[in-house]
């Protein structure tokens, strides 16, 4: 029924990375601290966030409760998938020190519409179209995903308390992130991220994992470049030692 449009989606989502890994290293995406003028409305960034990321976790649980050969196997993936999402849409929105802050709904329109064929590739997919049976919990693939998951959300959410605490207590105000993660990169958030989803790429052991993982870095990889710039050009004493988004290598 869906396999034709399943198709197309990932189709569409590899271009996209391909396009978005270009443009972002010549067009900062526009919010946070390089939000500017031109990019038209706009709404709060808490909001933006809800509606940007509440495809993701509404289509994967529907083509997970819509499957009629569920095992142990998927509930691990929709529990992990959830995991990372409903905190990321129902959470975070209401945590960050930015919420009230502008975002400009063309970019809220564009992460909507990758949300969408993302949780459709990956809901559709892993849950209708791969076969996974209660043995897989013990391949290569799952033991090592898992691993690589289950670091990179760790990773990830400590960035992203570590952040907030930071900027609460400076009132709201850009500083140095010092300790941890943060003394080898500037955006231990962003490489969390990466991790978690080449996790999800080797556990599911699929086509949609990988184009997941694949435009997780394409988008964020860009970003973090940028945003290590920013706060060399800010911050006369920054670490020099300090790389972007991988340790010890860029």
């Given at each position: 029924m869906y396999i034709n449009l399943y198709q197309l989606s990932l189709f569409l989502i590899f271009c996209f990375a391909v396009l978005v890994f270009i443009l972002l290293f010549y067009i900062p995406a526009p919010y946070g601290k390089f939000m500017r003028r031109g990019w038209g409305p706009s709404v709060k960034s808490g909001l933006a966030w809800m509606i940007m990321e509440f495809p993701s976790p509404f289509l994967m649980a529907y083509f997970f409760l819509t499957s009629t050969h569920k095992n142990i196997v998927h509930y691990v993936f929709i529990l992990m998938w959830l995991a990372h999402y409903l905190y990321r849409t129902f959470i975070y929105p209401f945590m960050q020190s930015g919420r009230k802050k502008p975002y400009p709904v063309v970019v809220v329109l564009m992460a909507v519409i990758f949300n969408v064929l993302n949780g459709f590739v990956n809901g559709y997919g892993?849950?209708?179209l791969y076969s996974y049976d209660k043995?897989?919990?013990?391949?290569?693939?799952?033991?090592?995903?898992?691993v690589l998951f289950a670091s990179g959300f760790i990773?990830?959410?400590?960035?992203?308390s570590k952040m907030m605490h930071l900027r609460n207590n400076n009132s709201g105000e850009y500083v140095i992130p010092r300790?941890?993660?943060f003394e080898y990169i500037s955006s231990p958030?962003?490489?969390?991220e990466i991790v978690e989803w080449c996790g999800w790429a080797i556990m599911t052991f699929s086509l949609p994992g990988l184009a997941f993982?694949?435009?997780?870095?394409?988008?964020l990889f860009p970003r973090a470049i940028a945003s290590h710039k920013w706060y060399r050009q800010h911050f006369s004493d920054y670490p020099s030692g300090r790389k972007a988004v991988i340790p010890f290598i860029i």
């Open positions: 892993v849950f209708h043995s897989w919990l013990f391949s290569w693939q799952f033991i090592a995903g898992f990773i990830n959410k400590t960035a992203d300790g941890w993660l958030h962003y490489f969390g993982a694949v435009f997780t870095f394409a988008n």
